[in-house]
């Protein structure tokens, strides 16, 4: 069955600090990954997906997420955050049909 | 702005109530999802259909119950509602199953 763990619900960092968000999946078919970003009264909206191809992809804000089959892990990072990235993070796996999404990182950016 | 509409906004009912939820998807998006997300329980995937018909089934409730119509929007229908309902709603849509989905701005359920 297919299904995707985030590990850390909570991850506060220091603003112009890296931060790693981690997202593991599970699945036996085909695998499509995604991360979406939920900023403070919003719905979801995409950040990144990886379909196929080059295993590393990038978001337009500085965000990258690196799709590792032997370790089947998604986890997304950024060299430096802002505040403006205070939100909430969800990773999500596709397999045939279906879209699983993961509970949730919430990131605080301290200044 | 996502392309995906939701009514109401805010939704204020007392339990025991029934309400629907509307949705309408992007434009040419043939798969419609519905959400809910509450402080304690997170964002939890209710249902999914695509092109009218019921596709996958979540976490959802036998209160509540969902349709697609042939114009492709989507209703919620929750009933005999209770305190534990009250959470923000959201509708998604995607072109197909594993596309991006596109979330709506959500409808606040509260259940007094």
């Known amino acids: 069955a297919q299904s995707v763990t985030q590990l850390d619900s909570q991850v506060p960092v220091f603003e112009e600090a890296p931060v790693e968000l981690r997202c593991n999946y599970s699945?036996?078919?085909?695998?499509?990954l995604f991360w979406y970003v939920q900023y403070p009264n919003q719905g979801l909206q995409l950040l990144l997906k990886?379909?196929?191809?080059?295993?590393l992809v990038e978001s337009i804000n500085g965000f990258e997420a690196e799709f590792n089959k032997s370790q089947t892990s998604f986890h997304l990072r950024k060299p430096s955050v802002h505040i403006s990235d205070t939100a909430e993070y969800f990773c999500a796996g596709g397999g045939y049909q279906k879209v699983t999404f993961g509970t949730g990182t919430k990131l605080q950016v301290i200044p | 702005d996502s392309g995906v509409t939701q009514t109401p906004k805010h939704l204020i009912t007392a339990t025991g109530q029934r309400v629907t939820l509307r949705c309408s998807p992007r434009s040419g998006d043939l798969s419609v999802y519905w959400y809910q997300q509450s402080l304690d329980q997170g964002l939890q995937f209710l249902i999914q259909?695509?092109?009218?018909?019921?596709?996958a089934k979540g976490n959802i409730l036998e209160r509540f119950s969902a349709q697609q119509f042939p114009d492709l929007h989507s209703e919620l229908n929750l009933s005999s509602l209770e305190l534990g309902d009250s959470a923000l709603y959201f509708c998604?849509?995607?072109?197909?199953?594993?596309?991006?989905?596109?979330f709506g701005p959500g409808t606040r359920l509260t259940v007094l």
């Open positions: 699945s036996s078919v085909s695998v499509y």
């Open positions: 998604a849509s995607s072109a197909s199953a594993t596309d991006t989905q596109y």
């Open positions: 990886y379909l196929s191809g080059s295993t």
């Open positions: 259909y695509y092109n009218g018909e019921e596709r």
